[in-house]
């Protein structure tokens, strides 16, 4: 009797919120499930190669993302580029049981491409555009593994040189072996010397905001409205830091907890 008691008694089991093990993720996932915590919700991390995949199949209620890698998944044929119709393209291709929170606006990681200051001032931009007119003789890298657009708007671009990693890739950039290099825009290993090639309306390349999805029916309006006030706090720059920390070996629930510090939820 006593026993049956006290398992009467117990709380709710913890909300799962899923992950990749890379620190990206790690980042978000312990970001999203903080502000569960703060909702005053139990909360368990759970890392998996597919976290979309365990999502669907109800081993965990949160995964936070991207909404152009999302989209990629329920509809990679999609035409959708801007962040306002990436977003809706992706709230429309979800399947049943399944929905999506708030878009960060300020915060992304789309692919772009890194050009030297010298390219850059020779062709007299700095958006994606300059090197759409600059198309013909571009000699494009990106790190082996990567999957980059084939095309910006109207410029098909070459195969890309393949690199072991990204040091390799922008040296090089930097030695003029090549013209650009893929990389994205909240990449925390991008060199100095570097310019990023910037994205102008209307959007020529696919919109990546964090977003959550989470399971229909499943969550609070406390907790849904937890979740959402991450959109409202976090920016590309804050994401770039806190993931370069968490390569470096820092704990993610430690770094999350000290950016939540300066910059509170719901305020």
Not at 110 to 121: N, R
Not at 149 to 168: H, N, Q, S, W, Y
Not at 199 to 205: E, G, K, M, Q, Y
């Amino acid at each position: 009797m006593l026993i049956a008691g006290c398992a009467a008694h117990q709380g709710p089991s913890p909300l799962s919120v899923g992950t990749s093990p890379d620190p990206q993720s790690q980042v978000l996932a312990h970001l999203y499930a903080s502000a569960l915590r703060g909702a005053g919700t139990a909360v368990r991390i759970a890392p998996l190669a597919d976290p979309v995949a365990g999502l669907d199949a109800g081993e965990f209620t949160v995964v936070p993302g991207f909404t152009g890698r999302f989209l990629a998944m329920f509809a990679r044929d999609s035409a959708a580029r801007s962040d306002r119709s990436v977003y809706w393209a992706l709230a429309g291709a979800l399947p049943e049981g399944l929905a999506v929170g708030d878009y960060a606006m300020s915060a992304e990681d789309k692919p772009t491409l890194a050009v030297t200051k010298a390219t850059a001032t020779a062709w007299g931009g700095t958006d994606l555009r300059a090197l759409v007119r600059h198309c013909a003789g571009l000699a494009v890298g990106g790190v082996a593994g990567g999957h980059a657009p084939t095309a910006i708007g109207r410029c098909v671009l070459p195969k890309p040189r393949e690199f072991p990693d990204e040091a390799a890739m922008f040296a090089a950039l930097h030695s003029r072996q090549i013209t650009a290099a893929w990389t994205s825009t909240a990449d925390p290993d991008v060199p100095d010397g570097a310019v990023l090639l910037t994205d102008t309306r209307p959007a020529l390349v696919r919109a990546e905001n964090v977003v959550p999805l989470y399971r229909r029916n499943e969550l609070s309006e406390a907790q849904l409205l937890a979740i959402n006030q991450v959109a409202g706090v976090l920016d590309t720059e804050a994401l770039i830091d806190m993931r370069r920390q968490v390569e470096g070996g820092a704990d993610p629930q430690v770094v999350v907890d000290a950016f939540l510090d300066e910059h509170p939820l719901g305020r």
